[in-house]
């Protein structure tokens, strides 16, 4: 029994060219579609960049803030130290009428938070990529130990209305307290400083909050009216 395969209407010649250009067709719409799609994810990671550099850039701002401020605190923790040997058993003196509390900043983590579970971070440059990743770390950091910070000098602001002699077990816990604050402040310091150095390196736009009075910057001496009338905060404070 013999086969015959059809012929071409116009020849194998013809039908191997007419195939060809089908599937270079193909392969040209293939392509394109890689192509584009390429270019959209790259347009994709130099959005998610601008806008991770510009919450970074934020987040630093807020640092420099509060290391704007750190002479001030510094000067506080000193002043309550002095007072709180000086009393011994006995009296505050001088009574400190306005201790107030270093400044408290919102971190905000969104864009790279975003940035992280889509992938589109894997696209920025391995040392964009290390940076972001210590500086969102060190963000983290700040935000938790800035919240304990805040805890730690509501206990010290309770002087402001002790009154009375100090007992071993209440200077026993501002001695604590103070400790603690001292050591916040100085870590605090520390990663603030690292954070703002990273940021400069990267070339990050991080200005500062518009230039304000800090409350822990005041006279321990100050009344608490002389010193909200002097802040003009909107909120007072705690």
């Known amino acids: 029994m013999h086969f015959h395969v059809p012929k071409p209407l116009h020849g194998w010649r013809e039908f191997v060219g007419e195939v060809g250009i089908i599937v270079l067709g193909v392969l040209i719409a293939l392509g394109a579609e890689q192509v584009i799609e390429a270019a959209h994810e790259r347009q994709l990671a130099a959005d998610a960049r601008e806008n991770v550099r510009a919450e970074a850039g934020t987040d630093v701002g807020f640092i420099r803030d509060r290391l ?16 709180l040997s000086r009393s011994g058993d006995g ?37 964009e990529q290390g940076n972001f990743t210590v500086l969102y770390a060190i963000f983290n950091r700040f935000d938790e130990q800035q919240a304990r910070e805040q805890i730690v000098w509501s206990q010290l602001r309770t002087l402001e209305w002790w009154r009375g002699p100090l007992g071993p077990q209440e200077r026993l816990s501002f001695a604590n307290a103070l400790q603690e604050a001292k050591y916040l402040a100085w870590d605090l310091n520390y990663a603030g400083t690292f954070a703002v150095r990273t940021g400069a390196l990267m070339h990050l736009s991080s200005n500062p909050p518009p230039s304000q009075l800090h409350s822990i910057c005041l006279p321990i001496t100050d009344s608490s009216a002389e010193a909200l009338k002097r802040l003009k905060s909107p909120f007072g404070e705690p």
């Open 68 to 83: 704007a401020t750190h002479a001030c605190i510094e000067r506080r923790l000193a002043e309550l130290q002095t007072i």
């Open 91 to 127: 009296q505050l003196n001088p009574r400190p009428s306005w201790i107030s509390r270093p400044p408290v900043w919102p971190f905000f983590f969104g864009r790279w938070q975003a940035a992280t579970a889509s992938g589109r971070n894997s696209l920025f440059s391995p040392d």
